[in-house]
């Protein structure tokens, strides 16, 4: 079974930044093309990014040029580099192997002054 462990998210005023981690175990981590995605209270899980095994990335327009996925394969680690924070921002960032059967508990991002 595919395990997810995400780290680092917390509060931060906008303007701020934040660096996601997620630990992933169970898999052959490498092979497989990964993807962050975010729930705001009372909304839908939405995609952030994804990244595939060799490292190139897509995001949602709404992150483009903020947000940065990058992977460490050594370390079975997929990373999420947050910039420019919004309050919209705010919300439990999860990730996953695509296409997205099994889940971590995810890490709060609240971005608030």
């Known amino acids: 079974q595919v395990q997810f462990v995400e780290s680092g998210g917390g509060l931060v005023q906008p303007g701020g930044s934040l660096k996601l981690s997620c630990v992933v175990s169970?898999?052959?981590?490498?092979?497989?093309?990964m993807g962050w995605y975010r729930q705001a209270p009372g909304k839908q899980r939405e995609l952030v990014g994804t990244?595939?095994?060799?490292?190139?990335?897509n995001y949602a327009d709404s992150v483009k040029g903020r947000f940065t996925i990058s992977r460490d394969n050594a370390k079975n680690t997929v990373y999420l580099q947050m910039t420019s924070l919004k309050p919209e921002d705010t919300a439990v960032y999860y990730c996953?192997?695509?296409?997205?059967?099994?889940w971590g508990q995810g890490t709060q991002v609240t971005v608030s002054s």
């Open positions: 169970g898999t052959l981590f490498s092979f497989y093309s």
């Open positions: 996953t192997q695509l296409p997205g059967v099994s």
């Open positions: 990244i595939t095994g060799g490292g190139s990335a």
